[in-house]
């Protein structure tokens, strides 16, 4: 089955610090989602990129669908202490799938006021 | 909009009791949801997708009998763990697919946390 790799599995920074996570793929994907999840919570929907190459923003966060359809990156700019949280990326390839997401292991973030 | 609500957000059930999971689309149609299970510090495991209306179809691995998953409505999925045992203990979450929707984007509700004592 599909594998998704994430990275860092956690991050320590300093309050506006600039933060920058990726995933990467054995296999190719037509979407990438990328979530937040809070302790006790269910993951919210942070940014969804459609096409490859794709440059999307959200407020201070960016995320890229990458060329190779088999990865894509989260950054994060002038951390503040909520951005404390994981981060999950999700892939999806529809022909094969369906609706199905595959996610990552996630990226512990904890922002140091 | 695309509000997901699950219902209880925490239970506590003895071994052996059947507990009953509520997933809800509030302001959408969902012909499919899905049903995921985290561990702690763990990312989330797809149980099964509930399509509206049929059977659900469950990953590897997932035992059926265990885990009831009925998907009477366009708004409504339910999951009942079947005589729970403290090994079922776990974060259960939903997702669901606003079918009107071109893009393919799924909503989670806020999770359920079930303690099998």
């Known amino acids: 089955g599909q594998q998704l790799n994430q990275s860092p599995q956690s991050m320590f920074i300093q309050e506006g610090e600039d933060v920058s996570m990726n995933c990467t793929s054995s296999?190719?994907?037509?979407?990438w989602l990328w979530y937040k999840q809070d302790p006790g919570e269910g993951p919210v929907l942070l940014i969804a990129?459609?096409?490859?190459?794709e440059l999307t923003s959200n407020g201070r966060l960016t995320a890229q669908f990458g060329i190779t359809r088999k990865d894509s990156f989260l950054n994060i700019s002038a951390s503040i202490p909520s951005d404390v949280g994981i981060y999950f990326c999700?892939?999806?390839?529809?022909?094969?799938?369906?609706?199905?997401?595959?996610f990552g292991e996630g990226t512990q973030l904890t922002v140091n006021p | 909009g695309a509000v997901v609500s699950q219902h209880p957000s925490r239970v506590i059930c003895k071994s052996g009791t059947s507990v009953k999971i509520e997933c809800r689309s509030l302001?959408?149609?969902?012909?499919?949801m899905f049903w995921y299970r985290q561990f702690p510090k763990q990312s989330l495991m797809l149980m099964a997708t509930?399509?509206?209306?049929?059977?659900?179809?469950?990953e590897q691995g997932v035992e059926k009998d265990k885990f009831l998953i009925n998907h009477a409505s366009l708004t409504l999925s339910t999951l009942t763990v079947t005589s729970a045992h403290p090994e079922d203990s776990s974060f259960y979450i939903c997702?669901?697919?606003?079918?009107?929707?071109?893009?393919?984007?799924?909503?989670f509700g806020q999770g359920t946390r079930l303690t099998v004592v």
């Open positions: 997702s669901a697919r606003d079918y009107r929707r071109a893009t393919t984007e799924a909503f």
């Open positions: 296999s190719i994907f037509n979407t």
């Open positions: 990129l459609y096409k490859a190459g």
């Open positions: 999700a892939g999806q390839l529809i022909e094969t799938s369906g609706s199905r997401l595959t």
């Open positions: 302001d959408f149609q969902a012909t499919t």
């Open positions: 509930s399509n509206e209306g049929s059977k659900a179809t469950y």
